[in-house]
């Protein structure tokens, strides 16, 4: 077995994902020992995001330390971690054909200067895929394969299989909160072309804004 499964409940309602990275944030320095939140230089662990509910949410993840349930008492109430041994195991194999669907954030971070509308741009993370008039999300094709070639697939992109994906813009009306540009539905074809890579799908996510539940990827058979 690759990783293991958490049930995590929260005496506090989790409305957004916002609330998600909050519990993850304690509950990982419980579920892998070497996690500190404190430590900013200390990356958060791999997980995928399997389910959210009112007060629970559950995920996967390589980190198997809890053997019994336990419970935190954090700022905003408390929250309990239970290790579940029932995990789903992808096991595809090189030139599969497959489904893949998730919701993912992803943006290019440009950190060389440029010059953009007669201005001098030092910094810039620019978003990829866009919503024109026709709320018809817009995407560079070239930067869809080389995402999802990192990660052990290659979309196909023909009229009967097409990528599809619905832009959002998280937190845009909310100023108090982390903002994410960059957020998108998919759903496409794809064939497995690194099989160890996609089988890991079941424990991590990909793209941006991971601690926060973004990223998980769902992969089938088609």
Not at 101 to 126: A, C, D, T, W
């Amino acid at each position: 077995m690759t990783h293991a499964t958490y049930n995590i409940f929260s005496t506090e309602r989790i409305v957004d994902y916002d609330d998600i990275h909050g519990i993850l944030t304690h509950a990982f320095e419980v579920i892998d020992e070497t996690y500190q939140k404190t430590n900013s230089k200390n990356y958060f662990p791999d997980f995928k995001l399997l389910k959210i509910e009112q007060n629970y949410i559950k995920i996967a993840t390589s980190f198997s330390h809890i053997n019994k349930a336990e419970m935190l008492n954090c700022k905003n109430g408390a929250i309990i971690i239970a290790r579940e041994d029932n995990v789903e195991e992808y096991n595809f194999k090189n030139d599969d054909s497959v489904f893949v669907n998730g919701l993912i954030s992803y943006s290019k971070h440009l950190k060389r200067p440029f010059i953009e509308n007669e201005k001098l741009i030092k910094n810039k993370r620019v978003v990829w895929l866009t919503e024109n008039d026709s709320k018809k999300s817009k995407y560079d094709k070239t930067e869809i394969s080389e995402l999802f070639k990192r990660y052990g697939l290659t979309v196909e992109f023909d009229k009967s299989s097409d990528f599809c994906a619905v832009y959002i813009d998280y937190n845009k009306k909310n100023e108090n909160k982390k903002r994410f540009k960059d957020v998108f539905e998919f759903s496409c074809i794809a064939k497995v072309v690194d099989c160890e890579k996609v089988n890991m799908l079941t424990h991590t996510s990909i793209g941006r804004g991971k601690s926060y539940g973004f990223g998980a990827v769902w992969v089938k058979s088609t």
